[in-house]
């Protein structure tokens, strides 16, 4: 297939695969709907297949025994959900939910370690994108327990606005407060200050993002410290590309 007649491909991972590596994985990459609030795992499930995420957004959530649960990290197009198994682990750490609906392509935990036991990029290319997660990770716990919940909304916010199309969102205020582990009011509380200060609109469900560059001032230093070190990773020549600037 000639570069002029092949599809975009959205997941950061598979676009910065060589043609031929690409090409060999096709025969075991299956394009799926991952509708809104879809569980992928739940803690302790075996991981059965795993997804490279195109625009849409899936939250990776860890569930106390009071029943209270908090995001400890998300995963768009710049990665691929089942990370365990490139780590030797076929169990989920935690619960992967669907934040932002989207499509995915999916591929059996199976063929995907025997694709990593090959000669290829597709390894290297999930290392570094492990080593992201865990960055986003430490630093997500460092925000939960420094700053306020305006400045955490403003880090969420900008981090899925990083992996989707256009400036509108789909997240309903019971949804946030559930991700950020944070009472409601609380969440309707920062959003009206956001709003109040024309940075987002929101109305029914949907969060529109008005002002990113003040988006980013409001909010704390956690957003940045992430985002700079996935540029850093990468842009260390395996092709893969940062977040686009908007």
């Not at 880090?155 to 989707?164: A, E, I, K, P, S």
């Amino acid at each position: 297939m000639s570069p002029q007649t092949r599809p975009i491909i959205e997941n950061r991972i598979l676009a910065a695969l060589p043609t031929q590596e690409y090409d060999r994985l096709l025969e075991f990459l299956t394009p799926v709907s991952l509708p809104l609030g879809n569980t992928l795992y739940k803690p302790e499930e075996r991981i059965e297949d795993v997804y490279f995420l195109n625009t849409g957004v899936v939250s990776l959530v860890a569930n106390m025994k009071d029943g209270k649960s908090v995001e400890v990290g998300l995963v768009g197009n710049e990665g691929m959900v089942g990370l365990s198994i490139v780590l030797g682990d076929d169990i989920s750490p935690n619960h992967a939910i669907v934040q932002i609906a989207d499509g995915a392509m999916r591929m059996s935990s199976a063929n995907l370690k025997k694709e990593l036991k090959r000669e290829g990029r597709l390894l290297s290319l999930l290392l570094r994108s492990t080593l992201v997660m865990l960055q986003q990770v430490s630093q997500t716990a460092a925000c939960n327990g420094s700053h306020s919940v305006g400045e955490r909304l403003a880090r969420w916010l900008l981090m899925c606005h990083d992996r989707v199309h256009g400036d509108e969102l789909g997240l309903t205020q019971e949804f946030i407060a559930q991700m950020l582990g944070t009472r409601r009011s609380g969440v309707s509380e920062a959003a009206i200050i956001l709003q109040a200060d024309e940075l987002i609109h929101y109305s029914r469900g949907r969060i529109t993002i008005l002002d990113r560059k003040g988006l980013e001032e409001y909010g704390c230093e956690c957003y940045g410290v992430v985002k700079a070190a996935a540029d850093r990773l990468f842009s260390q020549g395996d092709g893969l590309k940062p977040f686009s600037q908007r």
